[in-house]
T-cell receptor
Framework: AQSVTQLGSHVSVSEGALVLLRCNYSSSVPPYLFWYVQYPNQGLQLLLKYTSAATLVKGINGFEAEFKKSETSFHLTKPSAHMSDAAEYFCAVSVHSGSARQLTFGSGTQLTVLP | DAGVTQSPTHLIKTRGQQVTLRCSPKSGHDTVSWYQQALGQGPQFIFQYYEEEERQRGNFPDRFSGHQFPNYSSELNVNALLLGDSALYLC?????????????FGPGTRLTVL
């Protein structure tokens, strides 16, 4: 069964510092991977997705992620953190189950940006 | 372009009651999925609807049921509410074109069961 593991339930960085949020996946077939962001009391917003076209994926708000098959990883990075980046981030893998495709999410990483 | 909308935004019920949550998909989308997000956890897949039929179901009891209408909007019904059903319920819509059909989420309905 496909799954994702997010290492670190809480990450704190200073404003202007590098953001690195870790995600490792487990999949018996080539995965489709996603990063979503959730601001307080809101739904999920798609940041970026990997669909095998390119290993380095650029998303919104300056975020990017690199698919590394050898490491089964899809870590999310941003060169310089902004206060507005404070939110919860979810990594997800798209799983084909029966006739449907569903998302399986990690447990999330809460990002705090310190002034 | 209207995104995914959900109603109501908040709901308070008591144990044993029944609740109906509503979702309108993003314009042009034909598939609706429902997820439950308990506090401090990632969303868990409940089920997905396409062409007015349930295509796939996650590990949720039969108390959770749904419906999709001809205009692609959807309802999630939960019977005999338990305290543990308190969560944020998220609706996501997508257009099934290929294996990477991206799901777009609504703002959610916060259900509190007392």
């Amino acid at each position: 069964a496909q799954s994702v593991t997010q290492l670190g339930s809480h990450v704190s960085v200073s404003e202007g510092a590098l953001v690195l949020l870790r995600c490792n996946y487990s999949s018996s077939v080539p995965p489709y991977l996603f990063w979503y962001v959730q601001y307080p009391n809101q739904g999920l917003q798609l940041l970026l997705k990997y669909t095998s076209a390119a290993t380095l994926v650029k998303g919104i708000n300056g975020f990017e992620a690199e698919f590394k098959k050898s490491e089964t990883s899809f870590h999310l990075t941003k060169p310089s953190a902004h206060m507005s980046d404070a939110a919860e981030y979810f990594c997800a893998v798209s799983v084909h189950s029966g006739s449907a495709r569903q998302l399986t999410f990690g447990s999330g990483t809460q990002l705090t940006v310190l002034p | 372009d209207a995104g995914v909308t959900q109603s109501p935004t908040h709901l308070i019920k008591t144990r044993g009651q029944q609740v109906t949550l509503r979702c309108s998909p993003k314009s042009g989308h034909d598939t609706v999925s429902w997820y439950q997000q308990a506090l401090g956890q990632g969303p868990q897949f409940i089920f997905q609807y396409y062409e007015e039929e349930e295509r796939q179901r996650g590990n949720f009891p039969d108390r959770f049921s749904g419906h999709q209408f001809p205009n692609y909007s959807s309802e999630l019904n939960v019977n005999a509410l338990l305290l543990g059903d308190s969560a944020l319920y998220l609706c996501a819509s997508s257009l099934v074109l290929g294996p990477s059909d991206t799901q777009y989420f609504g703002p959610g309905t916060r259900l509190t069961v007392l």
